[in-house]
């Protein structure tokens, strides 16, 4: 039971008691630095209803909990702020009925609804890049986070495997490719096929200069080109169902699959399931036909069809062309009914897509609703901003984006640099020296990325990320190490729960560790893994406090050095849980 949850009974009555005045709601927060006390009740609210001083009014309900609630030792009142001061008792009694498990601070599923979350989603042309690296690590933290906070979860991804971008990538490996195979080439599949792409537009721009410079005004040369006539029959090719064409299409598409799954894997990423466009390009046109029946859409005269959603603050728009072809819209209304029919127990969805898909999600929610499907309720666009570099945006087509298997690579040769200068890695195999570079490395990638609201734009910079000091994940995880060393020199029994006086930075430490449950709580409600990040930052800064503060192998009074033993490990405990969430290893030694 949370402190809110045993002081709000006994307001409630003392309100009732001293004022005569029903209350139902009570605002608490965290007791400022400068004041004395563990919680405080905000009293403004009540002068609504009460008609006096608030010093007064905070007094007369002050002295109500020191005499009914035990947990309570005392109490001040500053302007309209009741800051109670909790009696250490309540702590160590917390403290000492946690469970020595990994699932502290989880919640236990209790719905038999899952939420289907979804990320990566790219395409099949090009390897992933930095855009990449952050939806993955955004939607799978927060797919893991949800569970934590007592949902079931299927991790999934759509995978762009048609189009014209497919196509041209296809295109330039028949062309210039001159058979060139992953094997062959000793490239990752996905890098190779990403290789034509860029070779693709490369000849592209050429044939555009070349007819420009015979007279053809830019649009006609981008129209003209011939080897975008040719990219656009090989998609008529492949929508035909061509056999050479629809061959080449799977060899190249499992090449990029090959490689996507090392980079997964690499970043330590998983899904329950995949779904492909080219499987999905075609659902939705059948409830095309059902919203018309209901009304709920409209054929205009060519035969393309709409729907009008002007009443609710948004425009037309089109579910189907005229041609009888559908668009992307169409296509997404189809996979999340198909989701729905392949997991029966899906009552909601989270999409992890940039931001500039805002409006796309707000339309195709609104015609999910409209056309009666519960769940739709239950949808939510994972939006997110971009990620830029000190040098700028990236363009894929000019082949100047930042790879996500370059970037865990300079992340891990990075950590390799900063660790080898602080010199502390002396007993290390070489073996164990390369595993935990890349521990830091990734953790400091991940952490960066994820400690950002996902709402916000960021800029990555990758050696500001590796920083051993600050906001930063190879900070924590040394904290996390030092405590590691702590528990490694500890040599007598420290299990046995004890009960002793606490220091003030003792109790702080306690208090950051009771918040943990309701912070992943939070985190789940607004998808958001930047207030797991921050929370465990707030706890590792609570701890150094804590560790320069008092001593603790050192201590002569043994039951104080257990108690301090025991708070290092849970403190450490809690790091590991949480950095689990946000997909961060952390390290026994550093």
Sequence with gaps: ???????????????????????????????RKDFEGDITMVIFPLLKLIKGNPVDIGTKIGN???????????????????????????????????????????????????????????????????GHVRNNLLGYSVAEILKAAGNKVYKTQIINDRGIHICKSMLAWQKFGEGQT??????KGDKLVGNFYVKFDQEYKSQISALMAEGKTEEEAKKQAPIILEAQQMLLDWEAGKPEVMELWKTMNQWVYDGFAQTYKSLG??????????NTYLLGKEVVQFGLEKGIFEKDPDGSVWIDLTSDGLDRKIV?????????????????IQRTK??????????????????????????????????????????????????????????????????????????????????????????????????????????????????????????????????????????????????????????????????????????????????????????????????????????????????????EDLTKKIFRVQLSKKVADTIKSAFLLLGIEVPERM
């Design 342 to 555: 392949d997991f029966p127990d899906v009552g909601g969805m989270v999409y992890t897509v940039g931001n500039e898909q805002d409006y796309h999600f707000k339309v195709l929610f609104l015609i999910l609703k409209k056309l009666g499907f519960e769940w739709a309720d239950s949808l939510f666009h994972l939006s997110y901003g971009m990620v830029e570099l000190p040098t700028g945006k990236m363009k894929s087509r000019e082949g100047t984006v930042v790879d996500a298997d370059d970037l865990m690579q300079e992340m891990t040769t990075t950590a390799q640099t900063i660790s080898e200068e602080l010199g502390k890695l002396e007993g290390y195999t070489d073996e164990e020296k390369a595993k935990l570079y890349k521990t830091i490395g990734l953790g400091a990638l991940k952490y960066y990325m994820l400690k950002v609201d996902p709402k916000k734009q960021m800029m990555f910079n990758p050696e500001e990320s590796v920083d051993f000091n600050g906001n930063t994940g190879p900070f924590i995880q040394y904290t996390y190490a030092r405590i590691q060393s702590i528990l490694r020199k500890a040599n007598f029994d420290y299990t046995a729960a004890v009960s002793v006086d606490l220091h003030s930075k003792e109790k702080e430490l306690i208090k950051q560790i009771e918040l943990y449950t309701e912070v992943i709580q939070d985190a789940a409600r607004n998808h958001s893994p930047a207030l797991i990040a921050n929370y465990t930052y707030d706890l590792v800064k609570e701890y150094n406090s804590f560790y320069q503060t008092v001593s603790i192998l050192g201590e």
């Design 269 to 278: 990423v998983d899904f329950d399931s995949y779904y492909y466009e080219s």
């Design 182 to 187: 992953p094997a062959s080439s000793g490239l």
């Design 1 to 31: 039971m949370t402190l809110q949850e045993i002081l709000s009974p006994f307001i409630i009555e003392a309100v009732q008691k001293q004022f005569d005045v029903t209350i139902e709601k009570i605002e608490f927060q965290s007791t």
């Design 64 to 130: 109500h909990l020191v005499e009914n609630v035990p947990q309570v030792a005392k109490f001040n009142v500053v302007a309209g702020f009741l800051n109670v001061v909790i009696a250490d008792t309540y702590y160590i009694d917390f403290f000492n009925g946690i469970k020595d498990n990994e699932k502290f601070g989880f919640k236990s599923n209790s719905s038999d609804k899952a939420i289907m979350v979804e990320y990566s989603s790219p395409n099949t042309n090009k390897p992933l890049h930095l």
């Design 320 to 336: 189907l062309r005229s041609d009888g072809t559908a668009v992307y819209m169409t296509q997404d209304i189809g996979t999340a």
